[in-house]
């Protein structure tokens, strides 16, 4: 399928309907009629206007016409002044006739508003002492010696039945609702009865499914026949299917038509996905274009198992992996990877070739903490700096725990994210080298002002007699636009002397510290951001605590699939002692601030 896109219109297309887009584009202006409204507060005044129906009168009305329309404008009035309390509401109306159409003005003397003196609210039946309706008791919206508004009080009638649908008391009604007005002492006192009912209990659940199987899919459940009907259950569920990768469409619903017995049927209805999907797309990757290939199985077996593979390239990384998952008991957060992958990695510090093949369980706790505990197998030939290269094996098993808590819009004002991991080598296992690592990384992001304040760390410990038993892709390197700006990516880290060329090189380091403090403004209506920030950090060896930073400022773009940011930074530091040069660095990445 080819699509095409034209800019341009044909000559004589635009000779014949340049007078049309001409005529279009030009406003009309029709005289309307000016309604002047004065006395009384803001509020009254506006609604009063909305209930005028006088005002839907075109100009060419007859006077006759307004004049009967004006007779029946009072009871509009007095309803909109009561329904805000204002029950000895006294008003003054005038037919204006002026220029191009004719004019109301209406001169208002509310008088005293009506206060509410009483506030009765009760609830019987089997929601008596259920929790849900607790809040229309401390909080109904409506105190005690406050100014009648009618409006608040149906918003708080129309509460009782929400809370009660949403919970399964599908036969609750109000045994009496009313408001009793005593004009004459300017009070009101509000009454609502409210009978629940029984509460439903979810009856038979029928699952209607093509492609995996009723045992697997039943895994998901988060209700069971015979539990209280909870509409947030429900809406849970549906989540649940819809983030399994497994559906397009994804419907919970109960049947509401069928209530028999104070039980309530659930119908769960699920559409599959495509079984076989392939990617192809475009980003940056410390500053450098990267493209990434991919293909997903979703779903290999009945059993949910599913099979991915993703192959990206850029100047200095080239790496695949294939990952196998399998769902446990709880699919939705629980499951294994068995997986493969190669990386290759060139930068100015190192050259890193690494074979890898592991498999790792996770699992979601309360379905806020992700914890995964790994065992690895790596072979690693890696050249660091103009060392000698070195080929290593090495069985790491390790463990990770992390957490994001956002406010969950693509620029969040609100959230912080977490991630830890444990990790080590030990020659007891197999390993050539023996190592305990330990990683974490903190963001933060608060409103300050009218823009945003952002902070991050990042801390490293490992625990070896020499940094040159670890491989490359073990050490601690600092430096590009996730850590370091105004530097090159991992150009960062403790240096030597070359025994080869006797210049000083950076061969990475066993600690690692960052921190970085930035704040963004993002204009009014736009997706466009502009930033200020500076960062500071370095790996670091035991007791070589010399801290790199940088500074700039950059733009973002708040795009559909995330943050798209460009950063110019300039580096305070040398990177070595033989490097004086402290020059200005362009940084491009993309991807979510949490």
């Given at each position: 399928m080819e699509l095409r896109t034209s800019l341009f219109l044909p000559l004589f297309s635009y000779?014949?309907?340049?007078?049309?887009?001409?005529?279009?584009?030009?406003?009309?202006?029709?005289?309307?009629?000016?309604?002047?409204?004065?006395?009384?507060?803001?509020?009254?005044?506006?609604?009063?206007?909305?209930?005028?129906?006088?005002?839907?009168?075109?100009?060419?009305?007859?006077?006759?016409?307004?004049?009967?329309?004006l007779v029946d404008a009072e009871a509009e009035i007095n309803k909109a002044a009561q329904a805000l309390g204002y029950y000895q509401l006294e008003y003054e109306a005038k037919l204006l006739n002026n220029k191009n159409c004719w004019g109301l003005r209406i001169t208002l003397t509310p008088g005293d508003p009506v206060l509410v003196k009483e506030l009765r609210i009760e609830i019987h039946g089997e929601g008596t002492d259920d929790k849900i309706f607790q809040s229309l008791y401390d909080q109904p919206g409506i105190k005690v010696g406050n100014r009648l508004?009618?409006?608040?009080?149906?918003?708080?009638?129309?509460?009782?039945?929400?809370?009660?649908?949403?919970?399964?008391?599908?036969?609750?009604?109000?045994?009496?609702?009313?408001?009793?007005?005593?004009?004459?002492?300017?009070?009101?006192?509000?009454?609502?009865?409210?009978?629940?009912?029984?509460?439903?209990?979810?009856?038979?659940?029928?699952?209607?499914?093509?492609?995996?199987?009723?045992?697997?899919?039943?895994?998901?459940?988060?209700?069971?026949?015979?539990?209280?009907?909870?509409?947030?259950?429900?809406?849970?569920?549906?989540?649940?299917?819809?983030?399994?990768?497994?559906?397009?469409?994804?419907?919970?619903?109960?049947?509401?038509?069928?209530?028999?017995?104070?039980?309530?049927?659930?119908?769960?209805?699920?559409?599959?996905?495509?079984?076989?999907?392939?990617?192809?797309?475009?980003?940056?990757e410390a500053d450098k274009p990267r493209v990434k290939l991919g293909f997903e199985d979703r779903y290999v077996n009945r059993r949910g198992h599913s099979l991915a593979a993703d192959y990206s390239m850029s100047e200095i990384k080239e790496e695949a992996k294939i990952n196998y998952k399998i769902p446990l008991r709880n699919p939705a957060y629980e499951f294994v990877n068995i997986y493969t992958g190669y990386l290759e990695e060139t930068v100015d510090a190192y050259y890193s070739e690494k074979d890898l093949y592991g498999a790792s369980y996770t699992y979601y706790q309360d379905n806020k903490w992700l914890q995964t505990y790994a065992l690895d197998y790596t072979y690693e030939e890696s050249t660091v700096g103009t060392e000698n290269p070195e080929t290593i094996g090495l069985i790491i098993p390790s463990v990770t725990l992390s957490r994001t808590k956002t406010d969950g819009n693509a620029y969040p004002m609100h959230g912080w994210s977490l991630i830890s991991k444990l990790s080590g080598s030990p020659e007891s296992l197999g390993s050539d080298r023996s190592f305990l690592q330990l990683y974490s990384r903190v963001?933060?992001?608060?409103?300050?002002?009218?823009?945003?304040?952002?902070?991050?760390?990042?801390?490293?410990?490992?625990?070896?007699?020499?940094?040159?038993?670890?491989?490359?892709?073990?050490?601690?390197?600092?430096?590009?636009?996730?850590?370091?700006?105004?530097?090159?990516?991992?150009?960062?880290?403790?240096?030597?002397?070359?025994?080869?060329?006797?210049?000083?090189?950076?061969?990475?380091?066993?600690?690692?510290?960052?921190?970085?403090?930035?704040?963004?403004?993002?204009?009014?209506?736009?997706?466009?951001?502009?930033?200020?920030?500076?960062?500071?950090?370095?790996?670091?060896?035991?007791?070589?605590?010399?801290l790199k930073r940088g500074a700039g400022v950059g733009v973002r773009w708040v795009s559909p699939i995330g943050p798209i940011r460009i950063d110019v930074a300039k580096a305070l530091d040398p990177v070595t002692q033989d490097d004086r040069t402290k020059g200005w660095r362009l940084h491009i990445s993309m991807g979510p601030d949490l």
């Open positions: 000779r014949v309907f340049a007078p049309i887009i001409l005529l279009a584009a030009t406003p009309l202006y029709a005289a309307e009629p000016e309604i002047e409204i004065e006395g009384g507060t803001k509020s009254l005044r506006e609604n009063i206007r909305q209930h005028l129906s006088l005002a839907d009168e075109s100009c060419k009305a007859p006077l006759w016409r307004l004049n009967s329309r508004n009618h409006g608040r009080y149906e918003a708080l009638k129309s509460r009782f039945d929400t809370l009660a649908a949403a919970h399964g008391y599908f036969d609750a009604e109000f045994a009496l609702s009313r408001i009793l007005v005593n004009v004459g002492e300017k009070s009101a006192a509000i009454e609502l009865i409210y009978n629940t009912g029984p509460r439903y209990k979810i009856g038979a659940i029928n699952l209607k499914h093509n492609i995996l199987s009723e045992e697997f899919l039943r895994r998901y459940y988060n209700i069971q026949e015979g539990d209280y009907y909870d509409t947030e259950k429900l809406l849970e569920l549906k989540n649940l299917y819809n983030t399994s990768n497994y559906f397009a469409i994804a419907g919970v619903t109960p049947d509401l038509q069928a209530l028999e017995n104070n039980e309530v049927q659930i119908n769960i209805d699920l559409e599959e996905k495509k079984r076989r999907a392939y990617s192809i797309g475009l980003g940056v963001k933060y992001i608060r409103p300050l002002a009218s823009g945003r304040l952002l902070l991050r760390t990042e801390t490293g410990l490992t625990d070896i007699s020499n940094v040159d038993l670890l491989p490359a892709s073990v050490r601690y390197f600092a430096g590009g636009d996730a850590s370091v700006r105004g530097y090159d990516y991992k150009s960062l880290g403790p240096s030597k002397k070359s025994r080869r060329t006797g210049e000083m090189e950076v061969i990475g380091g066993n600690n690692l510290f960052v921190a970085s403090v930035e704040y963004d403004y993002r204009f009014e209506e736009s997706n466009w951001v502009a930033a200020a920030f500076f960062d500071m950090g370095n790996a670091i060896d035991d007791g070589d605590f010399d």
